[in-house]
């Protein structure tokens, strides 16, 4: 049995110069994910309220974008960014990219996850303004509030609320999609662990670490969240976990 | 645009979409079957099926699936001596991941039934199997058989990360087709239209079977 020549050598993981690459990999993979967040929600929103509007072109173009996104596997995404876009743009922009943008991998990355986790969010949203009484939006019309301003006041405040357990889900997924960055070469901590191995053999203690890395993040974000959702919920309203 | 470049390949990606097939098939069948294991430990009331079955479930459904492949990878050998074959390691990463998913939709689905049922199904004297088989089961599945469909298009989608270990798959073949030709446009896009088209079909199944559900 193998189990018993393997020789476990944990200081893989901090001793130099693999603890300071775990360390940055960590980092990356916090702030790509942190950036393609807010990409996804700043744009899942808009797509998501499209979804709900009268006009037609408008709710296609959102259903399209939605539809789009999630029938493609997230890696072909990923390389369509990473190796097919460049090449749509004009050859002067191409090569001020390759020129000024040393680590476009990791902006391809971000780009994707980003677009990518919008698709889900915007889904997320129009379910949580579709679950808003209509009396909320004859209430804010009859007050004289433009469309505009409906969604401003009245509808996005209340439905955020309802979205939040929905919003960790999808901001955690985003979190383990980011691994996915790895197959374009971005030096997040699951490409870190794998690298790591390449010189030391004991990729077995760096991958496991990185598994504690994701489910100790995950743990905290779910503890930090049903705080935030303790502290904002909607008074009246039946308790969501039960 | 050089579409010759898909239409010259085509057999050979053709050859990759065959496998992707069958990963995405053997995925769903067992990841299905340790699911339905893994929902009903997490029903029972015993702690000894409860705590393990649970553990599991929140493990694997916090890490991304390309970190399980890779530490299997690396597991492997460690226990067994030997490495696994790439195919087979494929297979056990996304049997062990999605079973997790599973569980948790087998688990909603059962949840989903008022108590009502249970106790009526007992107090007409059927046992603990019987009510189970006649009165839980057939009403569960109707309830998550859309939620299992969107399982079924998401593995379809996952199969792509097969790619990493060298596997070669749909996406893999693109990739070497690409590294060959040079045309990452037009495959990527070819790509990323075969996988919509079968995951379309697939989703606008889940929705139809979703209304059939909610009307009846």
């Known amino acids: 049995m193998g189990f018993i020549n393997y020789n476990f050598d944990w200081s893989v993981l901090w001793r130099h110069p693999y603890g300071e690459l775990l360390i940055k990999g960590i980092l990356t993979t916090l702030h790509l994910s942190l950036l393609a967040w807010i990409l996804a929600v700043v744009l899942g929103l808009t797509v998501g309220i499209l979804r709900v509007l009268q006009s037609p072109p408008v709710r296609f173009f959102g259903s399209a974008y939605v539809h789009i996104f999630r029938n493609i596997p997230f890696l072909v995404q990923l390389f369509f960014w990473y190796f097919a876009a460049p090449l749509l743009l004009p050859a002067s922009t191409q090569e001020w990219l390759y020129d000024n943008v040393p680590n476009y991998s990791y902006w391809a990355g971000v780009a994707a996850l980003g677009t990518y986790t919008a698709s889900r969010v915007a ?115 039946i308790d969501r976990r039960h | 645009m050089d579409l010759g470049v898909i239409a010259r390949n085509f057999p050979f990606m053709a050859g990759g979409l065959l496998l992707t097939f069958e990963l995405a098939l053997i995925t769903i069948a067992g990841g299905f079957l340790v699911g339905v294991v893994l929902a009903l430990c997490r029903l029972s009331s015993r702690s000894w099926l409860y705590y393990p079955a649970t553990v599991y479930v929140h493990f694997f459904r916090g890490l991304p699936l390309i970190l399980v492949i890779f530490w299997l990878y690396f597991l492997s050998p460690v226990v067994t001596g030997s490495s696994l074959k790439a195919f ?129």
């Open chain 1, 123 to 237: 889904e997320q949203f129009r379910s949580g303004l579709l679950a808003i009484p209509r009396d909320q939006y004859r209430a804010a019309y009859s007050t004289g509030l433009t469309t505009f301003q409906t969604y401003r006041h009245v509808i996005v405040p209340y439905a955020f609320r309802i979205i939040i357990p929905p919003f960790t889900t999808e901001f955690l997924t985003c979190f383990k999609n980011s691994a996915l960055t790895m197959t374009i070469g971005v030096m997040e901590v699951t490409h870190t662990a794998y690298y790591i191995d390449s010189f030391t053999w004991h990729g077995l203690e760096t991958t496991t670490a990185a598994s504690m890395v994701y489910l100790s993040i995950a743990l905290c974000v779910v503890f930090l969240m049903s705080v935030l959702e303790k502290r904002i919920h909607i008074p009246g309203m």
């Open chain 2, 88 to 216: 087979n390691a494929a297979i056990i990463s996304f049997v062990l991941f999605e079973a997790a998913y599973f569980a948790e939709i087998i688990r909603a689905g059962v949840q989903s039934l008022s108590r009502g049922q249970i106790m009526a199904a007992y107090s007409t004297g059927l046992t603990q199997f019987q009510s189970a088989r006649h009165v839980i089961l057939p009403q569960a599945v109707r309830n998550m058989v859309p939620a299992l469909v969107t399982q079924a298009v998401i593995i379809f989608q996952d199969t792509s990360l097969a790619y990493v270990i060298g596997l070669r798959e749909f996406l893999r073949r693109v990739n070497l087709v690409d590294a060959r030709e040079a045309r990452s446009v037009e495959l990527y896009l070819f790509a990323g239209l075969v996988y919509f088209i079968i995951c379309s079909v697939g989703s606008m199944a889940g929705s139809r079977l979703e209304k059939r559900t909610k009307r009846s």
